[in-house]
């Protein structure tokens, strides 16, 4: 019975988890989708780890197969979690902040991963072992490679594991209606590494990771701090601002930008600081004048009395889709701020709680309005819910962004000095911008 209920809550779960996604993020952006069908050997499944439980689920969903996930024991502290985690596809595995000092009991633990990966499994592990915060790619554990190694070696080499790398690119991992790049990466055949293996078997472990080092580097943004994190995405806004490309055009880009950058600021450390004190200081004014840098990079493109008409129809659907959705989307919010966790969980708190909140508001509101009006009417309104939140989320946004750039519009009127210098301003730094660009 076990082996026919576990594959249904598997999919099941994951029907969930692709549904909770498509209303949290509002564009998911695959490239080399193809590379997630995989074949009938064994698999490691790996990615960068910024946004903690949401980063196994987005790097596995997209799998064509049962994916097991190496865990951490810290998920296995309660009688029911232990359960739970257990029995629902995960391995645990210590991490030196699980043991408060101990010496690491992972023989277990590597010997199911060894089983599984024996037997044809495809396993997830995340390599950093710790979620954390920003664009970057912490220092990659070697326990990836000396299981996938170990696995190997019990065949004399010949299990034909391959390691699958996925980059996460979010533009904001922690907010609803982000948008989230997932690149898919070509494979590591782990038996590549056998001669190296028997030379040095740490050797090769450390070689291993190296190399995945090196693949995420290419599938992901990597900066090296939260300064150069920060420059970025100012760079970034400039540019697609002046510039406007898609979502992946956009990411190569930023890969681009970030490559300058690294480069000018090994190069000209001082003359890096100085850009990076203009660049706030630029978006700084721009703040505290409370203006938009879309505003000011197109100030021809306004279209206010078009844009406000729009906005005056629009009003009833927001107002409608605002108040139906607002308790469902208020206690997600209100739970993380009550928590005080740190960042990396905000995200998969909302999505937790709202996977509870949605539904059971949902409902209540359904059959409160049950009492005051007969079928269909419930039915419909019930089906209305879901695309006029969304609807009233673009809607808030794009009043966000009319109200902007009418504060524009009177600040150029009733300061065209200072807007003046605001321009010089933002041309001297795409300029240097573009310099930057040429160079690379």
């Not at 296995?76 to 009991?105: A, H, M, S």
């Not at 024996?118 to 912490?138: D, T």
């Not at 721009?286 to 005056?312: E, M, Q, T, V």
């Amino acid at each position: 019975m076990k082996k026919f209920i576990l594959p249904f809550i598997y999919y099941f779960v994951k029907g969930l988890t692709k549904l909770t996604f498509w209303g949290f993020y509002r564009h998911t952006t695959i490239l080399h989708p193809e590379h997630l069908k995989l074949d009938n050997g064994p698999y490691i499944l790996v990615s960068n780890h910024p946004n903690t439980l949401i980063d196994p689920l987005q790097a596995a969903i997209g799998i064509n197969r049962f994916v097991y996930f190496l865990a951490n024991a810290g998920l296995f502290k309660t009688p029911f979690t232990n359960w739970f985690f257990t029995t629902f596809y995960c391995i645990r595995i210590e991490r030196p902040t699980d043991v408060k000092g101990r010496p690491l009991q992972n023989d277990i633990g590597f010997a199911l991963c060894d089983l599984h990966l024996n037997k044809g499994g495809v396993l997830y592990i995340a390599p950093e072992a710790y979620s954390y915060k920003g664009r970057k790619l912490m220092p990659l554990k070697t326990g990836t490679a000396r299981i996938a190694l170990s696995a190997e070696r019990k065949q004399n080499f010949e299990l034909g594991l391959k390691i699958l790398p996925v980059g996460l690119n979010y533009s904001s991992p922690y907010d609803f209606r982000s948008d989230i790049l997932i690149h898919v990466g070509e494979p590591l055949l782990v038996s590549d590494f056998a001669a190296d293996y028997k030379k040095d078997a740490f050797g090769a472990a450390r070689l291993l990771t190296d190399q995945l080092e090196k693949r995420f580097g290419a599938l992901m943004l990597t900066t090296q701090d939260g300064e150069e994190d920060e420059l970025l995405r100012q760079l970034e806004e400039l540019l697609q601002n002046d510039q406007p490309l898609s979502r992946t055009e956009q990411h190569f880009r930023a890969q681009k930008i970030l490559s300058g950058i690294q480069n000018f600021r090994k190069e000209q450390e001082t003359e890096w600081l100085n850009r990076k004190i203009e660049m706030n200081s630029y978006f700084d004014e721009i703040k505290a004048a409370d203006l938009s840098d879309r505003d000011i990079a197109r100030p021809g493109s306004c279209h206010l009395l078009r844009r406000s008409l729009l906005a005056f129809i629009s009003l009833p659907f927001f107002i409608y889709g605002w108040v139906n959705n607002y308790l469902p989307a208020f206690v997600p919010a209100w739970t993380v701020r009550k928590l005080k966790q740190a960042e990396e969980y905000d995200a998969t708190v909302k999505m937790l709680t709202g996977i509870i909140t949605f539904p059971l508001f949902y409902f209540l509101q359904y059959k409160l309005v049950g009492q005051f009006f007969s079928s269909p009417y419930p039915l419909f309104y019930l089906l209305s819910l879901v695309p006029m939140g969304l609807l009233a989320w673009n809607l808030k946004e794009m009043y966000t962004r009319l109200q902007y750039s009418w504060r524009f519009q009177t600040y150029r009127r009733e300061q065209p000095d200072g807007i003046r210098s605001i321009f010089q301003k933002r041309v001297a730094l795409m300029e240097w911008v573009e310099r930057m660009r040429n160079e690379e």
